[in-house]
């Protein structure tokens, strides 16, 4: 009989841990397990990625109440009484007030939870999976029935904002924490020493034969000639930290540096923002924004040097998707990359510092 696995997720952006969700899917065997991904909402560029034997399900009454999530809580309550549920206004008005003294949301959780309908398929398996998500968390808790629930967690929560008191009051509930590196497991540790016995570490999956077959159809350099080829690709958000590559790109130049052409893979709301940055440093022919791309892989294939400019990551994908092709690595030093760059050969770890990614780009190029 195959296992019955239920995984969690708000949606399918194209993003790092959608992607990894997708990737453990591709390597699990689907005449083991039977599994549903359920979404909070049914969007996302990886709708149509999923393998054709997950089953795709939504949290319908999700829509109902993900104001009562998203919105200021004044703001909740106001709406509420304007259309006369006088009742879940004073609830949720009332556990808003103890939450500000405990730093606990679990009763408002809770309350929120019970205007929701119970998953009435029980699983074998229910897994949280984008950790730490406090609403998903606690989803999986009070309206999922499983023989074992799993938490897992995608972030170094030193960087994030990680709700403690949350987390003591409902982690230890869970079956398993399972954390995606060594270093970000040892950062969840030190905020909850009391779940040490739940821990265990898995790294985000990589297919590599899918990889590579994917990594053959297109050529995204093939215009380019006689020119290095620099890579990072994510979401272009403030937390991946791109924002500085313009910079570092006139810091280059300005060194004699100027033989390469930098791609940026990805979009998101600081776009306007990198290209506000191009022009400024006046770099417009030594980087290229190729935005959302479904297969990068053919951006790593021809590439010459890897740069991760994130702030923080749990387990960098992209970081693992380049060492796969055999590209050195040029990290900030998030929790992640400690994992994957154990020397100098394969890869540099260097602080999140303008001159210091500059100093080291070149030192790679002059090697």
């Given at each position: 009989?195959?296992?019955?696995?239920?995984i969690l997720?708000?949606n399918?952006?194209?993003?790092?841990t959608?992607?990894?969700?997708?990737?453990m899917l591709?390597?699990?065997?689907?005449?083991?397990?039977e599994?549903?991904?359920?979404?909070?909402?049914?969007?996302?560029?990886?709708?149509n990625?999923?393998?054709?034997?997950?089953n795709l399900?939504?949290i319908?009454?999700?829509?109902?109440?993900a104001?009562w999530?998203?919105?200021?809580?004044w703001?909740v309550v106001k709406?509420?009484?304007f259309?006369?549920?006088?009742?879940?206004?004073?609830?949720?008005a009332?556990?808003?007030?103890?939450?500000?003294l405990?730093?606990?949301?679990t009763?408002?959780?809770?309350?929120?939870?019970?205007?929701?309908?119970?998953?009435?398929?029980q699983y074998?398996v229910?897994?949280?999976y984008a950790?730490?998500?406090?609403f998903?968390?606690?989803?999986?808790?009070?309206k999922?029935?499983?023989?074992?629930k799993i938490?897992?967690?995608h972030?170094?929560?030193?960087k994030?904002n990680?709700?403690?008191e949350?987390?003591k009051a409902?982690?230890?509930f869970f079956n398993?924490?399972v954390?995606v590196s060594?270093?970000a497991?040892n950062k969840?540790l030190?905020?909850?020493?009391?779940?040490?016995?739940?821990?265990?570490i898995?790294?985000?999956?990589?297919?590599?034969k899918?990889c590579?077959?994917k990594?053959?159809?297109?050529?995204?350099?093939?215009?380019?000639?006689?020119?290095?080829?620099?890579?990072?690709?994510g979401?272009?958000t403030?937390?991946?930290?791109q924002i500085?590559i313009p910079?570092i790109?006139?810091?280059?130049?300005d060194k004699?540096?100027?033989?390469?052409?930098?791609y940026i893979?990805?979009d998101?709301?600081?776009?306007?923002?990198v290209?506000?940055?191009i022009?400024?440093?006046?770099?417009n022919?030594?980087?290229?924004?190729?935005?959302v791309?479904?297969n990068p892989?053919p951006?790593?294939?021809g590439?010459?040097l890897?740069?991760?400019?994130?702030?923080?990551e749990?387990?960098?994908i992209?970081?693992?998707?380049?060492?796969?092709?055999s590209?050195?690595?040029?990290?900030?030093?998030?929790a992640?990359?400690?994992?994957?760059?154990?020397?100098?050969?394969?890869?540099?770890?260097?602080?999140y510092?303008?001159k210091?990614?500059t100093?080291?780009?070149?030192?790679?190029?002059?090697?």
């Amino acid at each position: 009989m195959k296992k019955k696995i239920m995984i969690l997720i708000s949606n399918l952006n194209i993003g790092g841990t959608e992607k990894a969700l997708l990737n453990m899917l591709e390597i699990m065997d689907q005449n083991m397990y039977e599994v549903d991904v359920y979404l909070l909402e049914k969007k996302g560029g990886f709708l149509n990625e999923l393998p054709e034997w997950i089953n795709l399900k939504i949290i319908d009454d999700y829509q109902y109440i993900a104001s009562w999530i998203m919105d200021a809580p004044w703001l909740v309550v106001k709406k509420l009484i304007f259309n006369y549920k006088f009742i879940i206004a004073f609830e949720l008005a009332f556990t808003h007030l103890v939450m500000k003294l405990t730093g606990d949301r679990t009763k408002y959780y809770n309350i929120v939870l019970n205007n929701m309908k119970n998953i009435e398929k029980q699983y074998d398996v229910a897994i949280a999976y984008a950790g730490p998500m406090n609403f998903i968390t606690i989803y999986i808790l009070k309206k999922v029935i499983a023989k074992e629930k799993i938490q897992w967690i995608h972030f170094d929560v030193s960087k994030f904002n990680f709700n403690v008191e949350f987390a003591k009051a409902n982690y230890k509930f869970f079956n398993k924490i399972v954390v995606v590196s060594r270093n970000a497991a040892n950062k969840l540790l030190e905020k909850l020493p009391s779940i040490k016995d739940k821990i265990e570490i898995i790294p985000n999956f990589l297919p590599e034969k899918q990889c590579m077959e994917k990594s053959l159809e297109f050529d995204p350099y093939k215009k380019v000639k006689n020119k290095k080829i620099i890579l990072t690709v994510g979401r272009l958000t403030s937390e991946k930290g791109q924002i500085i590559i313009p910079e570092i790109v006139r810091l280059l130049i300005d060194k004699g540096i100027d033989n390469f052409i930098w791609y940026i893979v990805g979009d998101g709301n600081q776009r306007g923002k990198v290209q506000d940055k191009i022009l400024e440093y006046q770099v417009n022919n030594y980087i290229k924004l190729e935005g959302v791309q479904k297969n990068p892989y053919p951006y790593y294939k021809g590439a010459d040097l890897y740069v991760q400019t994130s702030l923080h990551e749990g387990y960098c994908i992209t970081i693992a998707e380049a060492l796969l092709f055999s590209k050195y690595v040029i990290s900030t030093d998030v929790a992640g990359a400690y994992d994957q760059i154990k020397n100098d050969e394969i890869g540099k770890i260097v602080k999140y510092d303008i001159k210091e990614l500059t100093n080291t780009i070149e030192t790679y190029f002059k090697a």
